[in-house]
Every structure is written in structure tokens, then in C-alpha cells.
């Protein structure tokens, strides 16, 4: 199964050893999967190598993370207490006094620094902060980092995140991974079907050599890695450009979208937004009693506050743990009373919305931290092996026509309508739903019927060649 051009024994037929011919109302169906998972394999593996490998590197960043930014991220010594919150911001503030306080990140752990995020420092991406790393004991800077997203990604895991993503080339690089992800479920999905069809024939492969062997092989690796290829895929689509805006449409419609907390104090709060504006992050009651009162409506740390935006605002108090168990707790506290205005629990989040955030959680190799990260470098490696196996299959064929044998003419009709028009209806719903999907498998059915006329318009000359010459 999987990612590479796996052509079967079906489109090279070997002397030795046919395999069964499939009965049932399978038989006429299964050419058709057959090729579908040839074409994808040609020309969608190559996106998905670069996919895979861009893929590996990211899961692998966040160890590398905390080794090459080990100097900011901790600290030299644990003190006997921390000092207030207020004061390890006036110290970055001090360090680094352009742009604005857009949030605060408390030290989560004894060892580990607090985490000032700046935004709109010349010098920096727009989309990213500017991350102020202060001994939370000592109000020590220990240093600065760009840093961008949720997750808190610093500059190394950044680079490696956006080359995953869109090459570097932007918003028009980000249709090559969706275009990735929305194949990758497919010819899983279609090889996984072959291969279960195939089983007992590919068993009998083990030990040989050859082709037949890479045959084995690429069906075996590809039946265990099924199910992480298929989930990759329907996460990866949740915030790709296309099929990801109407998955937030249907979300949406379904009443499922992702809640967030009421951000606004309420009452006469006249002044308060002036010192937001200078790059203030103290505004009324102040950081410390916020902090304290986010506290008391249970949110334990990882937290992180985030300042009004103006006057009419409230401070935003937010819980930032995405491993397992998910700390995803929000409160919105008042600025001048210090009183808190809303609560927003993760469990009272719709099914939905808590399904997608634990499937990109667990894509971005989160959920589960270290082992969710080396499974998914296991994965992204399977996919390599089963792509270079799946090209050395079509390379040691060496014969017949470059891509195989197009479907025979009147396939289709072969296929029982109980079986053709729901396919035909899923694939339609798909397509919409997911354009780069669907786009290019319509080129890929338009490419098969015409060289399927080619080739039988050749049957008829070379038949009508040899009654002549009869």
C-alpha cells in the first residue's frame, strides 16, 4: 500500500505464481482502485517525501529546542521564591523597551524562565513576538528570541515549522501540503484495500527477491503505518487554506466551532487602555492580583495573561498546556475591580471543537510529548521507505508502457451500480469539499481515458494489420 507508484502484479504480470483473480463484486472494482493508487503514487509521492521529511525534522525539533535554547529557557539556580510577576515584566520592559506587552508567561516550572512576549518590536516579524526570557528568582534577562504560534516555537522549530508547511514561499507554498494531505488518506486508504485483498498472495512474496520482493514489503509497511497516514491526513486538512476553511464552515453551521472566553470588562474604564498603548502591561489591579485571581478559579500553570487590548477590555488569563491531560481553561478578569467576568472551561468545549484541538495537538506532536513525537518520526520514515520502495517497484518493472496499463474501456460498467454510484456520490462530496483532492483526480480519470482510447485504437489497427495480412 501507500504513497508510491505500487503497481501489482496485476499491471506486470510475472511467469511464475499468478496471483487469484479476485471474485465477487470486488473483481471489477479493484483495477479501477488499482490505478487510482498507481497515478497518485507517480506524482503525489513527491510532495509527500518532502512532506515526510520536513515532517521528521519538526518532531524532532522540540527536543532540539530545548538543547540549543537551554541558556534562555532555564534557569542557572532555583531560588528560595519567586518575585512578583510585575517586577520580572518591569525588567524585561527595561531590557527591551520597544514595542508592546501582548502577554505574559509565568514560569511553568521551578527550572524555567518567565516568558515576556513583546509584539510590534521593529526588527521582528509582524506575525511573530519578541519572547524576553527573565529568571523569575532573580529578574535576571537571560535573553530574547522571536518566537511564534501557541506552542511558543522558537526560532529553530519556527524554521522548521514553516518549511513543513510552505516551503518558505507563503501563502501559495501552503497548497503544496494541503495538496499532500489531502492525498495521503487516499492512496492509504486505496492501498490499504489492496493489500487486504492481496494478503494471501502478498505473504507468499516473503523470501523472494526482486520486485516481488518490494511488492511485499511496501504492502506490509504500508498495512501497519494505515492508520497514522490516514489520521495525519484528516488532521493535517483542519487548518490547510481550502479544504480547512470548510471544515470551519461546517463546524460552524453545526454549532461546533471553538468558544473563547468574553473579553470585556464592562462599566466606565477611562484610562486604563492609555497605558496599553505605551507598552504598559500593567493596567488597573495589575498583573500580580490578576494572576492571583486566575489562581483561585483553579487555573494552574502553564498560564499565560494577556493584557487588555483597550480600554473597554479585560485582562485575559488563559491556560496554555496542550499535552494530556489538556489544561485549555480561560478566565477574563476585570482590570479595575480585578474581578472575574467570565469563565470558559475546556470541558465545557462542543465535541468538535475538543476533537480538534487533541488531532492537531497530537499531529504537531504535542499530545503526548516525547512519545507522540518519536511516533510520529516513525511514521514520517515509513513513508519515506514506502515511497522509495514504491518507485523502485516501477523502476525494476522495465517494460510495457512508462505508466502501466490504462483502465480497459467499459471498466465502469463492469462495477454494480449498488457499488459505482455511492463511490461516484463519496468522491463527488469529497472533491468539493476537498478541491485539491478533487481537482487533480478528475485529471487523473481525463489522462486514463484518453491513453485507454490510445491504446484501444492500437488493438484495432494491429487486429485490422493482421487480417489484412491474412
Given at each position: 500500500m501507500s504513497t508510491a507508484p505500487s503497481t501489482t502484479t496485476d499491471e506486470a504480470p510475472q511467469p511464475a505464481a499468478p496471483a487469484p483473480k479476485p471474485r465477487g463484486s470486488w473483481a471489477p472494482l479493484r483495477p479501477l482502485v488499482l490505478r487510482l493508487h498507481f497515478y497518485a503514487g507517480v506524482f503525489v509521492a513527491p510532495f509527500l517525501f518532502v512532506a515526510a521529511v520536513t515532517g521528521f525534522l519538526y518532531a524532532g525539533a522540540f527536543q532540539a529546542e530545548k538543547i540549543v535554547y537551554a541558556?534562555?529557557?532555564t534557569v542557572s539556580a532555583?531560588?528560595?521564591a519567586r518575585l512578583p510577576i510585575s517586577e520580572q515584566v518591569a525588567a524585561a520592559r527595561e531590557a527591551h523597551p520597544g514595542g508592546t506587552v501582548s502577554a505574559v508567561r509565568p514560569s511553568p516550572e521551578d527550572d524555567a524562565t518567565t516568558r515576556v512576549l513583546l509584539s510590534g518590536v521593529e526588527g521582528v516579524d509582524p506575525n511573530h513576538t519578541l519572547a524576553v526570557f527573565v529568571d523569575p528568582y532573580t529578574a535576571k534577562v537571560q535573553g530574547a528570541l522571536e518566537q511564534y504560534g501557541a506552542t511558543g516555537a522558537l526560532p529553530l522549530r519556527t524554521w522548521i515549522d514553516e518549511f513543513h508547511r510552505d516551503l518558505h514561499l507563503g501563502e501559495n507554498g501552503r497548497?503544496?501540503?494541503?495538496?499532500?494531505?489531502?492525498?495521503?488518506?487516499?492512496?492509504?486508504?486505496?492501498?490499504?484495500?489492496?493489500?487486504?485483498s492481496r494478503r494471501r498472495?502478498?505473504?507468499?512474496?516473503?523470501?523472494?527477491?526482486?520486485?516481488?520482493?518490494?511488492?511485499?514489503?511496501?504492502?506490509?509497511?504500508?498495512?501497519?503505518a494505515a492508520a497514522g497516514f490516514l489520521f495525519l491526513s484528516a488532521t493535517g486538512l483542519t487548518w490547510s487554506t481550502y479544504a480547512g476553511a470548510n471544515i470551519d464552515e461546517l463546524r460552524t453551521a453545526l454549532g461546533h466551532s471553538?468558544?473563547?472566553?468574553?473579553?470585556?470588562?464592562?462599566?466606565?474604564?477611562?484610562?486604563?487602555?492609555?497605558?496599553a498603548s505605551a507598552g504598559d502591561a500593567e493596567h488597573g489591579v495589575g498583573l500580580d492580583k490578576v494572576l492571583a485571581a486566575a489562581r483561585a478559579e483553579g487555573l494552574g500553570d502553564p498560564v499565560e495573561i494577556v493584557p487588555p487590548a483597550d480600554a473597554s477590555s479585560a485582562y485575559v488569563v488563559k491556560q496554555t498546556q496542550r499535552s494530556w491531560p489538556t489544561k485549555q481553561d480561560a478566565v477574563a478578569i476585570d482590570p479595575a475591580s480585578g474581578e472575574v467576568t467570565d469563565v470558559l472551561r475546556f470541558e465545557d468545549h462542543p465535541v468538535l471543537a475538543k476533537l480538534t484541538r487533541w488531532g492537531i495537538d497530537l499531529h504537531t506532536g504535542v499530545l503526548f510529548g516525547l512519545v507522540n513525537q518519536i511516533a510520529l518520526m516513525l511514521l514520517a520514515l515509513s513513508l519515506i521507505v514506502l515511497i522509495v520502495l514504491g518507485y523502485r517497484m516501477w523502476w525494476q518493472r522495465g517494460r510495457g508502457s512508462a505508466f502501466g496499463r490504462p483502465i480497459p474501456r467499459g471498466a465502469w460498467q463492469q462495477v454494480p451500480p449498488q457499488i459505482l454510484l455511492p463511490c461516484v456520490a463519496a468522491i463527488a462530496v469529497l472533491g468539493y469539499f476537498v478541491p485539491l483532492l478533487g481537482i487533480p483526480l478528475a485529471a487523473f480519470i481525463a489522462v486514463d481515458v484518453v491513453l485507454g482510447e490510445i491504446d484501444h485504437r492500437r488493438g484495432r489497427r494491429a487486429q485490422a494489420s493482421g487480417v489484412d495480412a491474412g
Open positions: 541558556d534562555e529557557m532555583v531560588g528560595d497548497l503544496y501540503s494541503e495538496f499532500a494531505a489531502s492525498w495521503l488518506g487516499v492512496i492509504a486508504l486505496g492501498g490499504l484495500v489492496l493489500w487486504f498472495a502478498l505473504r507468499k512474496l516473503r523470501g523472494t527477491s526482486g520486485r516481488r520482493r518490494s511488492l511485499g514489503l511496501h504492502g506490509t509497511v504500508g498495512a501497519w471553538t468558544p473563547s472566553v468574553t473579553a470585556s470588562a464592562g462599566g466606565d474604564h477611562s484610562g486604563h487602555g492609555a497605558s
